[in-house]
Nanobody
């Protein structure tokens, strides 16, 4: 099972940018699709973005399309989420997730490992 550690969360004003990172270990990172999810208080986990094992394909939730970019560095076992034009409704705990498959998935249960999360707060 993969160990995933997120970093880079924080407080930012609406319209600002933030990049969250995820360091992975304990599994074959370069063969794993990766994803980002978020959870706001009192809500279910929400899919944000996913990327294939090679980085050649990505998929985004409609709510973040055009504002967020997922990327990965297989040499460093890292995955990133660049968040631009942030809105107060983006406030949530952001989780990195890994799956044994190479291909994109959008459900929390499609993934096999999850990090502890990093808080992102967007003030209005």
């Amino acid at each position: 099972q993969a160990q995933l550690i997120e970093s880079g969360g924080g407080l930012v004003q609406a319209g600002g940018s933030l990049r969250v990172s995820c360091a992975a270990s304990g599994h074959t990172f370069s063969s794993s699709a990766m994803g980002w999810f978020r959870q706001a208080p009192g809500k279910e986990h929400e899919f944000v973005a996913s990327i294939t094992w090679s980085g050649g394909d990505t998929y985004y939730a409609d709510s973040v399309k055009g504002r967020f970019t997922i990327s990965r560095d297989n040499a460093k076992n890292m995955v990133f989420l660049q968040m631009n034009s942030l809105k107060p409704e983006d406030t949530a705990v952001y989780y990195c997730a890994a799956r044994r498959s190479r291909w994109i998935a959008t459900k929390w249960s499609d993934y096999d490992s999850w990090g502890q999360g990093t808080q992102v707060t967007v003030s209005s």
